[in-house]
């Protein structure tokens, strides 16, 4: 009798597990007809960025909103596929989608709440909801992403599927994909990350916001660690293996880093002709672009537009702070923070905000969350600002937004941000190859390309252009001009009467041309631009790259009166230094897609096919006296 009744339980159950079994199937017979087509996953077709590189094939620009490098598990390291199956799903390669024994380990766990709570996702489950589903927490989107699984198993082999997490995942810091996380998070390519590193990465999938090692080093460890010991858990790694990349730490490349130089202006001219050419696309079809400039050229040019943009605006005085913001008296770091959201930093120089100010010293805050205290020399700059008798708005005190600096010996300083902007522009004069382009002081602060777009008197730049219509009129450097004084009248100019000076007010009387050009005499120059003629000498500077339009056939032309842009002076001046011929400064070499395909192969011109501007006996007579400016003039 008590058997009997035994019995009846075990039958329930049986009848339970059948009828849910039938359940399922018959969900699954309802669900698999609506299932998505597996198209994206079988012809694989990843969003890869724009990526820009220099002459050495560098790094030095990104476009996209995945960054992404695409690599085939057999570029995978070994270990790199351990770390990921032993923190993700360790019976990888015995389950067919779904793993049973998961699902009941993590039901129990979770049943009875012994431990963290456990999902029960395998890789390949992981993909189907990368791919095709949302992230949302329901019965049918677990079905759906199980029965995904299961037709995800039956049209790609094990290495395929894990090939496509590889490269789709999402790991934080905008990189999808273990390829673009390494170089992101170390600036390394897969097959030269270090054990430790293999397992920071591979702990990221679980939650790349929470383990993210930029944001909460601390937790990215946590994690880390977890993945080692799963790793050593199922004898992939010994136990000095473990040991030894538990104490390696965690050295992040810093984000501004990213690149092998700063080149944003670079990068933003060749975004725009790749949006030009492939619109929307030009994000995502992992295009890659070779350019002219070289490193080490940028990074010289940026390095000296910068210094001489502080150097100018440090001799004009210290303008106040930036701005002022209301600190509580009990002010916490949050809010010390958002005091300066709105004031990025600009590479070494620093916003901060003072929380504490006398002649003697200030103490301020830094979104990094240091507290700097700047004394004794580092206040020099600023002294007038920390007195009493300073201005409002010129005043150092508590609240104020202001600039710092720090030396090698971490001496930091009061400093500001130049209210003057400038460029740099560097081209070979043979070919027209642009080898760097410093469109600004800072390209976040503004994108304005101050090489490219900018349209600016050239001043006394422009003189060696007129001079060189004059030699072609039968003037010769020995010639003999006149430094006196000049007077226009209303009647000749046609407006205002107009008594040109030279820049440091004196008259030298007669002078050879090439004495005149090398001390930038400006009598001289209107004295020969009005024995050539105003109207030959606009069609003369045409000749050089120069539009006749921006350059009005009036004595002011001798001057540097009309608008070119430093692209332009480039191109103009490379005319001189390479015998007399044009040539269009250019910066893209070639176009490749993400396997390295051309798309265009860009020849560089040569000079033998190049239009001649001026004859060579023009081109060697100005070389000659722009080195006369070097050596015994102005410059």
């Known amino acids: ?5 035994l019995l009846y339980p075990l039958l329930l159950v049986v009848v339970g597990i059948f009828a849910t079994a039938l359940l399922l199937g018959f969900a699954a017979a309802m669900i698999w007809p609506t299932l998505p087509a597996l198209d994206i996953v079988t012809d694989y077709r990843p969003k890869v960025p724009l990526r820009v590189y220099s002459a050495e094939g560098k790094l030095i620009g990104e476009f996209g909103e995945e960054r992404r490098s695409v690599v085939t598990i057999k570029e995978v390291p070994k270990s790199l596929v351990d770390a990921i199956l032993a923190a993700e799903d360790e019976r990888y390669f015995q389950h067919k989608g779904v793993d049973y024994l998961g699902v009941a380990r993590a039901a129990l766990a979770n049943f009875t709440h012994i431990g963290p709570r456990q999902g029960a996702s395998t890789i390949t489950m992981q993909v189907a909801r990368n791919f095709f589903l949302t992230r949302e927490k329901t019965v049918t989107r677990k079905v759906n992403e199980m029965l995904l699984a299961f037709k995800i198993e039956s049209s790609l082999t094990k290495e395929q599927i894990l090939e496509l997490y590889i ?3 999402y790991l934080g810091q905008r990189a999808y994909g273990f390829a673009s996380a390494a170089r992101i998070y170390y600036g390394k390519p897969l097959e030269a990350l270090s054990l430790a590193e293999i397992a920071m990465l591979a702990g990221l999938p679980k939650g790349p916001s929470i383990f993210n090692p930029v944001a909460n080093p601390a937790r990215a ?33 810093n984000e501004l880093n990213e690149f092998a130089t700063k080149a944003d202006y670079v990068a933003e001219m060749v975004r725009q002709a790749m949006y030009e050419r492939y619109k929307e696309n030009a994000y995502a079809m992992g295009l890659k672009v070779h350019t ?16 001489g943009l502080l150097a100018y605006d440090r001799r004009h005085g210290y303008r106040g702070p930036e701005a002022y913001a209301e600190l509580p008296a009990n002010a916490t770091e949050e809010t010390l923070d958002d005091a300066l959201t709105d004031y990025p930093d600009s590479e070494d120089i620093y916003s901060a905000v003072v929380t504490e100010a006398t002649p003697k010293r200030v103490k301020a805050h830094r979104r990094n969350g240091e507290q700097i205290e700047i004394t004794e020399a580092g206040l020099k700059f600023a002294a007038e600002a920390l007195t009493d008798k300073a201005g409002p708005n010129l005043r150092i005190r508590r609240g104020a937004i202001i600039r710092v600096q720090a030396d090698d010996k971490k001496r930091w300083s009061i400093t500001q941000l130049p209210a003057a902007e400038s460029m740099l522009i560097s081209a070979d004069p043979r070919d027209g190859a642009i080898r760097a382009i410093a469109g600004g002081f800072d390209f976040t602060r503004s994108q304005f390309n101050h090489a490219t777009q900018a349209l600016r008197q050239p001043g006394s730049s422009f003189k060696p252009f007129i001079y060189s219509s004059a030699l072609e009129k039968g003037f010769t450097p020995a010639t003999i001009v006149n430094d006196a004084p000049l007077f226009f009248d209303a009647g000749t100019t046609g407006g205002q009467a107009w008594e040109p000076k ?37 069609d003369w500077i045409t000749r050089f790259g120069f539009e006749a339009d921006k350059h009005p056939a009036y004595l002011t032309m001798a001057l540097g009166a009309g608008s070119v842009t430093p692209l332009q002076m480039a191109g103009a001046y490379a005319v001189f230094a390479n015998g007399g011929y044009r040539v269009s400064p250019w910066i893209i070499t070639r176009i490749t897609d993400q396997k390295g395909k051309p798309l265009v192969q860009v020849e560089p011109p040569q000079l033998d096919d190049a239009v001649r501007a001026v004859a060579p006996r023009n081109a060697f007579v100005m070389s000659r006296l722009l080195q006369e400016i070097t050596r015994a003039g102005t410059a």
């Open 1 to 5: 009798m008590s058997a009997r009744w």
């Open 221 to 253: 460890k946590q994690r880390q660690q977890y993945v080692l010991r799963r790793m050593r858990d199922i004898n992939v790694i010994s136990a000095e293996d473990q040991a030894n990349a538990d104490k390696q730490p965690l050295a992040i490349k």
């Open 502 to 538: 030279n820049y440091d007010g004196k008259f030298e009387g007669p002078m050879t041309l090439r004495r005149g050009l090398a001390k930038s005499k400006n009598m001289i120059s209107i004295r020969v631009l009005k024995s050539v003629g105003a109207k030959y000498a606009q």
């Open 167 to 169: 490269n789709q995942i």
């Open 292 to 307: 002219t400039i070289f490193v080490n050229h940028q990074t010289a040019a940026n390095a000296a537009l910068r210094a």
